[in-house]
């Protein structure tokens, strides 16, 4: 594929490009970086697509301005308590503190709750009617890019599993390795061990070293007083 070239001074919402820098590598992919220059005067370091595409507005500014909205309207929603809730609020915390999905992104739309309500409640509803609950997670449809209407569906664990990266690698005591090396040494399934890291957020001791059942009660006897007696 054709590289596009961008120019300085093409704008990009509140960015500015200013030039290209070296790219940021992975196992699997390689990012375009570029130096933009943001209309509230600060110059930032951001995935040049993710820009161009519209992933990313700005440097951040715009983002604090909508998290004062998003604070407004959580007071009138009602939803804070729902899974539903906990959901988008786990990808806003992702795409915020975790250098795996910081590169990412989540569109800027996305960053008001009712907005991400407003695309994919009914489909939330629809899904956990037929599969329940604790099997509707929200997926990337392409994990090269960031989680928006277009790139995102709700899945089954299984779904999210054949659709994870191969390299979802996890590293205890002294070694990285993959779902199904820890599925085998540990009798844990690979979806519980998915499900408790991805989404309940257990540390990875814990999730590796809680057994998957509870241990059975012990068989007491209890013996009867006759009546007789």
């Known amino acids: 594929m054709r590289k596009i070239l961008y120019e300085s001074g093409q704008k990009f919402n509140r960015l500015t490009f200013i030039k290209e820098l070296k790219e940021v590598k992975t196992k699997k992919t390689a990012y375009r970086m570029a130096l933009w220059g943001c209309d509230c005067g600060k110059k930032v370091k951001l995935v040049l697509m993710n820009v161009v595409r519209g992933y990313t507005k700005s440097c951040g500014c715009f983002n604090r301005e909508l998290t004062i909205a998003r604070n407004k309207n959580s007071a009138i929603h009602g939803m804070t308590k729902t899974r539903f809730w906990k959901i988008w609020s786990g990808i806003i915390y992702r795409c915020d503190h975790d250098p795996k999905y910081i590169p990412r992104g989540v569109c800027e739309r996305w960053r008001i709750f009712l907005n991400f309500k407003s695309d994919m409640y009914d489909s939330y509803i629809k ?21 928006s209407k277009e790139n995102c569906r709700w899945a089954t664990l299984k779904e999210q599993l054949n659709n994870r990266e191969i390299t979802f690698m996890i590293e205890f005591r002294g070694k990285r390795e993959n779902l199904e090396y820890w599925s085998k040494n540990t009798g844990i ?41």
């Open 189 to 229: 399934k690979k979806e519980l061990i998915f499900k408790r890291i991805w989404e309940q957020k257990w540390p990875i001791k814990r999730a590796l070293e809680t057994p998957s059942l509870r241990p059975a009660r012990p068989n007491i006897k209890i013996k009867l007083l006759s009546s007789n007696t």
């Open 127 to 147: 899904h956990y009617e037929k599969f329940g609950k604790k099997d509707t997670s929200i997926d990337r449809i392409d994990n090269s890019l960031g989680y």
